[in-house]
């Protein structure tokens, strides 16, 4: 973080910054160097050894710093004789945080998306979306591999924008209310789980706060390492719940769905065999489509939690084999999960999430059941991202970030406390949570979703190749620019856009009279 606040940090001219393996002493040396990892390029693979060039910001000051205190190996070596060790985590754990935090309960929305987008532009647009989301994480990637003592998406949004120490702020602001809103959505969805398969039994606020004193015992542990392990139970679950989910679907039949109708003399009542359409349906309205689009979208943005997670690898190097494997399971479940479900229960019995069209309510509370996992995990894992950005910076170069001492865990206990504190009230006194859980999303996704990283391919592109580097790399230099510069637009797209759509429907919704009130006891279960 820079020093003065509305002043640019201490910006490095990139030569001096410059990094090789010949440049670092054996003992110090980066298993990114040894791979070659650091001549990686988003567009073609570099050949090992080739220069890359620091951007810049907080703490960058000068080569000693980065060969004393920035190198992967030097921050293992540093806390080697801690009782509580970070960089612990293989690929194949931080593969399994990327599969719990993108198999999640978003999938069984696609089937919606798909009844409003047609079945045809809804499966391009999910390939299309998965694809811009992993060309822009390996970005990130890069980034972060230049840069290894980025601890999380706020050191990186500030380097990005030459250091300036505001944006450092405002990417926190974005950053803590991004988490404690996806905290809060999980409270709420526990709890329409709970009075789903209770039948509100109890008082819904009564649901959302066991669900937030459950989640912040899980939250406890410190390390990915750790969390890694709960990580793996949510995302096989969740696989689990999904396919149950498509599996009773077709089971059930056409007529089997929830609401079927045979026929009605009542337009406004949803009636005949469901309709499944290729394209979208004559006279769908930009905002109803616009929705569909964002909700694909929103589902496979996570690049937030990205940077935070590579600051955890013993080897950083290896993170794209996670990345690849998630990018791959996403495509083929979500589409399928999502296509097979609203095969049979089509446009008009369409529920979000799916669940709710099960005809079967014996099918809907199990396959439901299986997703109980996830709804406590991926709350446990934003309210770890926020714990972690506080803890450290609280208690940087003290005994108590990697150790087991009471002020250590007291405070650690005590900051996810106020998270979810926060997140149950936010949840319970905002009547129209989800529309605004929608308007968060269209504000910061843009920026953690596209904008940052089109920003961190211009920025290493100028650092490497120095001013024009766009002409001096040809064809590649040109197709770089013209695909990030798009990047960046759709980042801008979903910003104006997106959040023009979340208000119109808030709008709509205090119009309709379908918002509640605040800490109310009716049920919310599907």
Same mark, same amino acid.
């Given at each position: 973080m820079a020093l003065g606040f509305g002043k640019k940090a201490n910006v490095v001219e990139s030569n001096p910054n410059t990094i090789t393996q010949d440049r670092a002493p054996t003992h110090m040396r980066d298993p990114a160097f040894e791979t070659g990892v650091y001549g990686y390029d988003t567009e073609k693979q570099g050949a090992p050894g080739r220069k890359v060039s620091r951007v810049g910001g907080p703490g960058v000051l000068r080569d000693s710093d980065a060969e004393s205190e920035l190198s992967v190996g030097k921050q293992m070596e540093a806390e080697s004789l801690n009782s509580i060790k970070y960089r612990t985590?293989?690929?194949?754990?931080?593969?399994?945080?990327?599969?719990?935090?993108?198999?999640?309960?978003?999938?069984?929305?696609?089937?919606?998306?798909?009844?409003?987008?047609?079945?045809?532009?809804?499966?391009?647009?999910?390939?299309?979306?998965?694809?811009?989301?992993?060309?822009?994480?390996?970005?990130?990637?890069?980034?972060?591999?230049?840069?290894?003592?980025?601890?999380?998406?706020?050191?990186?949004?500030?380097?990005?924008?030459?250091?300036?120490?505001?944006?450092?702020?405002?990417?926190?602001?974005?950053?803590i209310l991004n988490n404690t809103f996806i905290q809060g959505l999980h409270v709420l969805t526990g709890a329409k789980y709970l009075n789903t398969m209770t039948n509100h039994s109890v008082c819904t606020i009564g649901f959302s706060a066991i669900m937030?004193?459950?989640?912040?015992?899980?939250?406890?542990?410190?390390?990915?390492?750790?969390?890694?392990?709960?990580?793996?139970?949510?995302?096989?679950?969740t696989f689990?719940?999904?396919?149950?989910?498509?599996?009773?679907?077709?089971?059930?039949?056409?007529?089997?769905?929830?609401?079927?109708?045979?026929?009605?003399?009542?337009?406004?009542?949803?009636?005949?065999?469901?309709?499944?359409?290729?394209?979208?349906?004559?006279?769908?309205?930009?905002?109803?489509?616009?929705?569909?689009?964002?909700?694909?979208?929103?589902?496979?943005?996570? +690049?937030?939690?990205?940077?935070?997670?590579?600051?955890?690898?013993?080897?950083?190097?290896?993170?794209?084999?996670?990345?690849?494997?998630?990018?791959?399971?996403?495509?083929?479940?979500?589409?399928?999960?999502?296509?097979?479900?609203?095969?049979?229960?089509?446009? +008009?019995?369409?529920?979000?999430?799916?669940?709710?069209?099960?005809?079967?309510?014996?099918?809907?509370?199990?396959?439901?059941?299986?997703?109980?996992?996830?709804?406590?995990?991926?709350?446990?894992?934003?309210?770890?991202?926020?714990?972690?950005?506080?803890?450290?910076?609280l208690f940087e170069g003290t005994r108590h970030k990697g150790n087991h001492t009471v002020i250590g865990w007291a405070s650690w206990a005590g900051i996810l406390g106020v998270t979810w504190i926060l997140a149950f009230i936010i949840a319970e006194v905002i009547p129209f949570f989800s529309d605004l859980l929608s308007l968060m999303s269209s504000l910061f996704d843009s920026f953690f979703g596209f904008i940052f990283w089109g920003m961190a391919y211009f920025r290493m592109r100028e650092a490497d190749y120095g001013p024009g580097w766009y002409t001096k790399r040809g064809i590649r230099g040109l197709w770089g620019t013209a695909l990030n510069v798009v990047i960046i637009l759709i980042g801008l797209f979903m910003l104006t856009a997106g959040t023009y759509a979340s208000v119109d429907s808030i709008v709509l919704g205090y119009q309709a009279a379908a918002f509640g009130g605040a800490f109310t006891c009716e049920s919310n279960g599907l």
């Open positions: 985590c293989s690929w194949q754990k931080t593969a399994a945080l990327l599969f719990a935090e993108y198999i999640c309960l978003a999938i069984m929305s696609f089937p919606y998306s798909y009844s409003v987008l047609g079945l045809v532009p809804g499966l391009i647009l999910t390939v299309v979306v998965a694809a811009l989301v992993l060309y822009t994480s390996l970005v990130l990637w890069e980034f972060c591999l230049r840069h290894p003592e980025v601890r999380d998406v706020c050191d990186l949004g500030q380097m990005l924008f030459y250091g300036w120490e505001w944006v450092w702020w405002a990417t926190a602001v974005m950053f937030t004193v459950i989640t912040w015992i899980c939250s406890l542990p410190r390390t990915f390492d750790t969390l890694s392990k709960l990580a793996t139970l949510s995302a096989f679950f689990i719940s999904v396919l149950l989910a498509a599996i009773f679907a077709g089971l059930e039949g056409k007529t089997g769905t929830a609401g079927y109708t045979p026929s009605s003399s009542d337009p406004t009542v949803p009636s005949g065999a469901p309709l499944v359409l290729i394209v979208p349906a004559a006279g769908t309205t930009f905002i109803n489509g616009l929705s569909a689009f964002l909700n694909i979208s929103y589902t496979f943005i996570g +690049q937030i939690a990205l940077p935070s997670f590579i600051a955890e690898m013993k080897n950083p190097a290896d993170f794209p084999k996670a990345l690849w494997a998630i990018t791959i399971a996403e495509v083929v479940l979500f589409s399928l999960v999502g296509g097979v479900v609203y095969a049979y229960t089509g446009t +008009q019995y369409d529920t979000a999430p799916a669940f709710g069209s099960l005809g079967n309510p014996l099918y809907k509370k199990v396959a439901f059941s299986f997703m109980i996992p996830t709804l406590i995990f991926l709350g446990v894992l934003y309210a770890s991202l926020s714990a972690r950005f506080i803890f450290f910076r």
